[in-house]
């Protein structure tokens, strides 16, 4: 019954993104990097773009950081954008709720997690459970870190930096659905499982900071990726695409031995 189950829920998961818009990278690739780091369920790293949609204005920013073309991220970059707690009053109901800056604070959040995870006492039953559902969740923002768009300027939405830059933001506009499934045709051939094999690097984290600069190396790595398809108006290449995608199994592999 269990396996079946499974099977079920893949079916369900591969399903309904081959019929959605996505906005990161699809569901292939999400359950491509969790099942490459050693996750159990790979296809649950998915769910966080099915519960962003519950909350599209205030969960959106979580998957994404519009950094300015010429942006460096740094660990101290990382903590300029996060989220503020502001109070709304609706029907004479104050509620609390948790603002993410516009540009987006998918670094944030990432770190986030990571500190949720590090702080739980695996020992009870239910930080067990907590902490599985951290694991997925934290799987599929370190995947969305290595999309070169997920790191750019997008439509006619204020960058980092508060500028609006319209070309760039265009051609994120344009072309991001294709880059999110760019990786889908190679998922299966043994020359790429080869090459991303070989591209996964053994990464050390034992504390948030040591997180934020592994964060950094990703995030520059994807912006002068997406700066360079900007420029020639193309896709990422397959050498483009191993590089990204092994970062990310490589990021989410460490997280995993510095947490569990």
């Given amino acids: 019954m269990r396996k079946f189950y499974i099977n079920y829920m893949t079916f369900f998961l591969i399903l ?15 359950a491509y990097i969790a099942k490459k ?10 769910m966080p ?3 962003r949609d519950e909350n599209y204005d205030l969960l959106a920013p979580m998957h994404y950081h519009d950094a300015a073309p010429g942006t460096v991220i740094t660990p101290e970059y990382i903590d300029k954008y996060t989220v503020k707690e502001v109070i709304v009053n609706i029907d004479g109901r104050n509620l609390k709720i948790l603002l993410p800056h516009q540009a987006g604070v998918l670094y944030w959040k990432i770190v986030n997690l990571y500190e949720k995870m590090k702080s739980l006492d695996k020992n009870k039953p239910d930080n067990r459970l907590a902490y599985e559902y951290y694991l997925v969740t934290i799987a599929h923002y370190i995947g969305d870190l290595s999309q070169p768009l997920h790191n750019f300027p997008y439509g006619d939405n204020p960058a980092s930096d508060g500028k609006i ?14 880059f999110d499934e760019a990786f889908d045709v190679y998922i299966g051939s043994s020359q790429t499982e080869e090459k991303i094999n070989k591209a996964i690097k ?14 950094s190396k990703i ?6 990726i997406a700066n360079q398809c900007y420029k020639e ?12 995608i092994s970062w990310s199994v490589s ?7 510095s947490t569990y």
């Fill in 165 to 178: 830059y319209f070309d760039e933001g265009n051609f994120n506009k344009e072309y991001h659905i294709k």
């Fill in 219 to 224: 995030a520059n790595s994807a912006i002068k």
């Fill in 202 to 215: 053994e990464i050390a984290i034992s504390n948030s900071e040591d997180l934020k600069k592994e964060i």
């Fill in 37 to 46: 780091a050693g996750i159990r369920i790979p296809e649950a790293a998915c």
């Fill in 16 to 30: 309904f993104f081959s019929f959605s818009n996505s906005y990161a990278w699809d569901c292939f690739t999400h």
């Fill in 49 to 51: 773009d099915i519960i």
């Fill in 251 to 257: 990021l989410l592999k460490a997280v995993i031995k």
């Fill in 233 to 244: 108006k193309r896709m990422p290449n397959e050498e483009e695409l191993i590089e990204q």
